[in-house]
């Protein structure tokens, strides 16, 4: 847990657990990012292999349930008393992608970015155009 920053050695709240993932240089996806957030909607966040290794660490260091997500290949979910976290993996060569999309993500009219799938439909297709860009 090397990468994480010293600001947040333990994750016991979710307030805790959102800085440590803020301050790792996390991409913000989904409703919490975009729109249409209720107050059951989870955080969603994509961050490089390592990252997410160490927060989930973390998390079952300071009691909390951590399990596989089957949305994406490689994520997890973080149960907090007032929270979920979806913690998505992105290599470093998709992660400029994931930014990106995200970013544009933010511009899509309120009806897209407000119904959930409108909101995956377009994201997901902007993902997958921007992965197939050549990178610099």
């Given at each position: 847990?090397?990468?994480?920053?010293?600001?947040?050695?333990?994750?016991?709240?979710?307030?805790?657990?959102?800085?440590?993932?803020?301050?790792?240089?996390?991409?913000?996806?989904?409703?919490?990012?975009?729109?249409?957030?209720t107050s059951?909607?989870?955080?969603?966040?994509?961050?490089?292999?390592?990252?997410?290794?160490?927060?989930?660490?973390?998390?079952?260091?300071?009691?909390?349930?951590?399990?596989?997500?089957?949305?994406?290949?490689?994520?997890?979910?973080?149960?907090?008393?007032?929270?979920?976290?979806?913690?998505?993996?992105?290599?470093?060569?998709?992660?400029?992608?994931?930014?990106?999309?995200?970013?544009?993500?933010?511009?899509?009219?309120?009806?897209?970015?407000?119904?959930?799938?409108?909101?995956?439909?377009?994201?997901?297709?902007?993902?997958?155009?921007?992965?197939?860009?050549?990178?610099?």
């Amino acid at each position: 847990m090397d990468n994480l920053p010293n600001v947040c050695n333990k994750a016991t709240t979710l307030a805790d657990f959102l800085k440590a993932v803020t301050d790792l240089g996390h991409v913000a996806i989904g409703s919490r990012a975009w729109g249409g957030a209720t107050s059951l909607s989870d955080y969603d966040y994509v961050l490089g292999v390592a990252d997410v290794e160490s927060l989930t660490q973390l998390a079952r260091d300071a009691g909390r349930s951590v399990s596989p997500s089957l949305y994406y290949v490689s994520s997890y979910y973080v149960q907090f008393d007032d929270g979920v976290v979806n913690l998505v993996t992105a290599c470093q060569a998709d992660l400029e992608a994931w930014r990106a999309a995200s970013a544009m993500m933010a511009h899509a009219p309120t009806s897209v970015r407000h119904d959930r799938d409108s909101r995956q439909l377009v994201f997901e297709a902007l993902l997958a155009m921007l992965k197939k860009l050549p990178t610099r």
